[in-house]
């Protein structure tokens, strides 16, 4: 039986060196504080927001204008008791040309419909990646909050 991870993908007219610039640029879409780099190959950087999300994910691939893959290594999220539900998965990005287009196929692989926070994620990530990051990559510019009431 095949494990059915969290995924999600959009076309945009932008080039693949730009849909990877936004990727890395995170602080720009991923609401939250972050700590560390998020654009090296083995670095660790710290995601929280507010007292909902805290996990440390740490880059385990980074393919120019291809891919980016982030190894989730810890993780805590206060709306749910199984905290095991995001150790141990892994956060893909990965950039196909199609034409003049630029598709981004976003994958959270270890989320999958069985986790306790499958819905309240998988909502999250809808917002956050077909919101934020893909206005970051159209726009250029960073993204406000999608969970902010005043935004």
């Known amino acids: ?9 959009f076309l945009v007219d932008r080039s693949p060196e730009e849909v990877f610039a936004a990727i890395n640029d995170v602080r720009a879409w991923w609401s939250g504080e972050i700590e560390g780099d998020t654009d090296k190959l083995g670095a660790t950087f710290r995601y929280r927001y ?8 740490t880059v385990t691939e980074l393919v120019p204008d291809r ?6 290594i810890d993780g805590h999220l206060a709306f749910v008791d199984d905290q095991s539900g995001w150790k141990g998965t892994d956060i893909v ?20 419909p069985n986790c306790e926070c499958y819905a309240a994620c998988s909502e999250g990530w809808d917002a ?4 934020n990051l893909r206005q970051r990559i159209v726009t250029g510019e960073a993204q406000p909050n999608p969970f902010d009431e005043a935004a």
């Open 1 to 9: 039986m095949s494990r059915q991870s969290f995924n999600s993908r």
């Open 50 to 57: 507010e007292n909902l999300h805290d996990s440390t994910q």
């Open 67 to 72: 891919k980016v893959v982030w190894r989730v």
């Open 93 to 112: 990005f990965e950039i196909i040309r199609k034409g003049g287009k630029t598709e981004l196929c976003f994958t959270h692989v270890g989320l999958e």
């Open 128 to 131: 956050v990646i077909n919101g």
